[in-house]
């Protein structure tokens, strides 16, 4: 019975301190995408046909989210059942939300104030016999349009 | 055409219900589902034991009884296992075991306070539990209870059942893609089989009583018994263990010395046998 006592505290502790990290990288998102919110990112395929002849470059933004064991258990019951895994929805938004941003702070250092054609590829890291999930990574890239210095 | 970014709006992607509301609802459901399909197998199980002639546990436990209850070598544990089979079989006699079914009593001596009722009707007793009986009383309690098992047929119930569980557990444990939920229902499950076999105890009780009163009398020193085993060592909370607490089991006692009062004395084991009991104490 030691095993649940255990495995009930690996829970709790999971849960605090993921919930603690999430609130905490949700903030950093949004006051990051405001800061960020000058470099204008698309995912249509050519830039709008006004601009100016500039610098084009790749830019790239990787994150790689690891789920907590809280998070583990719960979609594990979600599994069970069917239906919307909320645990791991708001992991994937993270991540989402995080590369884009990374992606843009590489624009900002190079000098671009657009990127143009953003996509989005989201990979699970698995591990162990039964293929269980235990991070996610998201790796957003698009073309940087960097203006030339008047 | 205007091209801009603008502020991300929240609570779209993500659900605004706080995650432990679902977990909880979740895992309560499991558990109630956990609940229904053991206590349905148990009750098919112990329906369909019925079914299995008592021989055939004979012959299952047969190989192990070899191996494992020989006839003691040495004078001492020789007498007292006379003594604990003739107590036995008076015991026995009151309780009216159904055809077919019988009952060998073992004594292994050794400083194991323990006693249990196994498949094929052996019943072993442990030098370490005769020890600290204070009377004849107590000891026929001990007797009488494990015999009751045997009456019941809580044995091969118990085997049974546990095999049909767990492979259920199994099942849903395999389907399952995190190995901590997993063990956290095989956890589930065997706390849930554990209340099945202390209503087991609890009737094996009740049988024990009868018995110790239709031969004493009266049933004074029958509660004894629990003091010993209430203040040997720690016992675990109430739903993890496979026994009811001893408390309660000795408040059973107090509760049918109520309705049947009658006077008595509780009689000492034999002087021989208390001899015989402490020499022995080789394990083998």
Do not use: C
Not at chain 1, 1 to 12: A, R
Not at chain 2, 29 to 37: A, E, H
Not at chain 2, 92 to 114: C, D
């Amino acid at each position: 019975m030691i095993e649940l006592i255990v495995l009930g505290l690996f829970i709790v502790v999971g849960y605090i301190v993921g919930s603690i990290a999430e609130r905490r990288h949700f903030h950093s998102i949004r006051r990051r995408e405001a800061e960020l919110a000058d470099i204008l990112a698309f995912s249509e395929r050519l830039p709008p046909a006004s601009t100016v002849p500039r610098d084009i470059t790749l830019v790239g933004g990787n994150v790689v989210i690891s789920i907590d064991f809280f998070k583990s258990v719960s979609a594990a019951l979600r599994n069970l059942f069917g239906g919307r895994v909320a645990a791991l929805e708001s992991l994937v938004e993270r991540a989402r939300r995080e590369a884009l941003l990374r992606m843009k702070e590489e624009a900002r250092a190079l000098g671009a104030n657009m990127v143009v054609n953003v996509k989005l590829e989201t990979a699970s890291i698995t591990k162990g016999a039964r293929q269980q999930v235990s991070a996610v990574e998201v790796y957003a890239y698009g073309t940087a349009m960097i203006p030339h210095a008047h | 055409m205007n091209y801009e970014n603008r502020q991300v709006p929240e609570g779209i992607n993500v659900s605004r219900d706080h995650p432990l509301k679902e977990f909880f609802a979740l895992l309560i459901g499991l558990l109630l589902i956990l609940l229904v399909v053991i206590a349905g197998l148990s009750l098919i199980a112990e329906r369909l034991v019925r079914f299995i002639p008592f021989e055939t546990e004979r012959r299952l436990a047969a190989s192990v009884a070899e191996r494992y209850l020989s006839t003691p070598s040495d004078e001492d544990a020789l007498l007292v296992e006379s003594y604990l089979r003739k107590l036995g079989a008076q015991l026995a006699a009151h309780q009216k075991l159904p055809e077919g079914i019988s009952v060998t009593i073992h004594y292994q001596p050794g400083e194991v306070v323990n006693a249990f009722a196994t498949l094929g009707g052996h019943v072993v007793i442990y030098g370490g539990l005769l020890r600290k009986m204070p009377s004849e009383n107590a000891l026929a309690m001990v007797l009488a209870h494990e015999i009751a098992h045997i009456k019941h047929r809580d044995p091969i119930t118990a085997t049974g059942r546990g095999l049909t569980v767990s492979v259920f557990l199994a099942s849903i444990g395999g389907f399952s893609n995190s190995s901590a939920l997993a063990s956290l229902l095989n956890n589930m499950g065997l706390v849930t089989a554990m209340s099945f076999s202390r209503e087991q105890e609890r009737a094996a009780d009740r049988d024990a009583l009868q018995a110790v009163y239709a031969h004493y009398g009266h049933t004074h020193g029958a509660a004894d018994l629990f003091d010993v085993l209430g203040s040997s060592g720690r016992e675990p909370p109430a739903f993890l263990n496979t026994h009811p607490m001893s408390r309660d089991r000795k408040d059973a006692v107090r509760r049918f010395q109520a309705e049947k009062s009658t006077e008595g004395e509780t009689v000492p084991i034999p002087a021989a046998v208390r001899a015989a009991i402490g020499s022995s104490s080789s394990s083998r």
